[in-house]
């Protein structure tokens, strides 16, 4: 029987779902606060230009064509995909480069420039993360973790894949050369993760690209939102903007009735499924009386991402001459120190490792004719550091700024003609992440799976839960596969 469902924030996960339930007959209606769809995927537009939020790298892109049959509908007829090649391409501090595709020859011909005797331990690497990618991404990526009995049943197969083993200790059974250690080991860190921290599980990231490749979307990634968002109304959807949730309704015991807006107006529904951070929707949502499992200090008591700090900005020049691609990650002079003092010093150091973006390589329209579109990310400590980032972040802005200037892209701050940027403080105050961390709770082995925040609420029957925080994770992929358990969980 239909029901009238509520959806709460428009991020990849919140749109999935409601495009799901909808295409099930489901009256669906879904908030945002802010005056676009998008969540961490909002797209700014500055002189001409537009810049991703973030996500900018898809991949899985299966997952996105079967979202749009689920609704009857070719995703080709709604946006375009077309494949980075190299997928990346990351740069040591001496400025020396590694690309990496899909191609094994290819990555094995990379390999014989660092260190030719890593060839036969990476293809046993790969003989490896086959089998974590297999049971971790195929088998159980959108199965629901609701009892200790589902972890109990994998938990042999975990431990046969060295689970309890982190990424960079994982990768350095195979690995010898320092830098290509690196290579191989920093996937965690776009799902919020450290890499010395971060359960061996998310070493099948590697394999997930392999299998599928990294792909853009012509039009950026807001192309794909808009295109959700297209999908969901005309599926008979609602989608209603400027509409911030202040609190999920309750009332009865074990089920919440609706929500309430910032303006008063409240709104009932059979079911509510939330896509806003969920340690924020608990503390800030919730009255405590109700949560007899999602307390505050349950909440307090887990290990978050770290955070972001983000330059987006656009030159009136191009820089097709300077060696970049797609995407490019710059890593500092060191690894795990600095790892060390994001993730559990909580200190922003005075070196860092970047990601820079470049879009406009693949996709001019980004950018007026002539100029160059780019967003650099740095991770940074969530705001447990204390750090002050209103006085903060226009000098780290231009620290950052001055290096890609001497070393990637010349005469770079007299070139520049848009510019915005957002931090630790943007994470908290504007998307309502806890702590301000950019991707909830962190990737840990005792915070995965039955371990982490629940799909379906351990104190509400009829409140679900899509997106970073929840099972399976952060990362495109793990978001869609959210939305696929609450649907499933709601039923038809």
């Known amino acids: 029987m239909p029901k009238d469902i509520i959806v709460i924030g428009s991020g990849f996960g919140g749109l999935a779902a409601a495009v799901r339930l909808a295409a099930k007959g489901h009256r669906v209606r879904l908030f945002e606060k802010r005056d676009r769809p998008g969540g961490r995927a909002y797209v700014y537009e500055v002189n001409g230009f537009r810049f991703d939020g973030g996500p900018t790298i ?17 995703r080709e007829d709604y946006f375009e995909l077309v494949k980075c090649d190299p997928f990346y391409r990351i740069f040591d501090h001496q400025k020396r480069s590694f690309d990496y595709n899909d191609d094994e020859m290819f990555i094995l011909s990379q390999i014989d420039r660092f260190n030719p005797a890593d060839k036969r331990g990476y293809l046993n690497f790969v003989h490896a993360t086959r089998d974590i990618f297999q049971k971790g991404f195929v088998e159980l990526a959108d199965q629901p973790f609701l009892s200790p009995l589902d972890m109990l049943r994998v938990a042999p197969d975990l431990i046969r894949l060295q689970s309890y083993k982190s990424v960079y200790p994982f990768v350095s059974d195979y690995i010898q050369d320092p830098f290509l250690r690196q290579v191989f080991s920093f996937h965690p860190l776009l799902i919020g993760g450290n890499p010395y921290d971060a359960s061996s599980i998310y ?5 997930l690209e392999r299998q599928w490749g990294v792909w853009y979307a012509m039009g950026g990634t807001g192309a794909i939102i808009d ?5 969901l109304t005309e599926l008979g959807g609602e989608i209603h903007l400027g509409a911030e949730v ?15 807006l910032k303006d008063g107006r409240e709104f009932v529904a059979d079911d509510v499924v939330c896509n806003a951070d969920v340690a924020y929707t608990y503390r800030s949502m919730i009255d405590a009386t109700w949560r007899k499992k999602n307390t505050d200090r349950r909440i307090e008591s ?8 983000v330059i987006y900005f656009g030159t009136k020049r191009r820089y097709r001459d300077q060696g970049l691609a797609h995407h490019n990650i710059i890593l500092g002079p060191r690894y795990k120190e600095l790892l060390e003092d994001i993730f ?9 490792s970047l990601y820079l973006h470049m879009p406009t390589l693949t996709d001019p329209s980004l950018a ?39 070393n990637y892209l010349p005469n770079l701050r007299e070139n520049i003609v848009a510019e915005t940027y957002i931090d630790p403080l943007h994470f908290q105050n504007v998307l309502n992440s806890y702590l301000g961390a950019a991707f909830s709770v ?13 799909n379906r609420s351990e104190d509400f029957d009829n409140l679900y839960f899509v997106g970073a925080g929840t099972h399976p994770g952060a990362g495109l992929p793990g978001v869609l596969s959210s939305a696929i358990i609450a649907e499933r969980l709601i039923g038809s």
């Open 203 to 207: 070493a099948m990231i590697h394999y």
């Open 302 to 309: 887990m290990k978050y991402s770290m955070s972001l700090f």
């Open 58 to 74: 898809v991949t899985a892109p299966f997952m996105f064509d079967d979202l749009f049959e689920a609704a009857g509908r070719r």
């Open 368 to 406: 007026p004719e002539g100029c160059e579109s780019f967003y650099v990310l740095s991770p940074v400590p969530h705001l447990g550091s204390g750090t002050d980032w209103e006085s903060f972040a226009p000098i780290y802005k231009e620290k950052i700024l001055r290096f890609l200037e001497e």
């Open 246 to 260: 202040d609190r999920i309704l309750t009332g009865e015991e074990r089920r919440v009735r609706g929500v309430r």
């Open 344 to 352: 559990n010093k909580k200190v922003v150091a005075d070196d860092f």
């Open 227 to 231: 295109a959700l968002g297209r999908l």
């Open 442 to 454: 962190q990737p840990v082995l005792t915070q995965s799976a039955w371990f982490r925040p629940h």
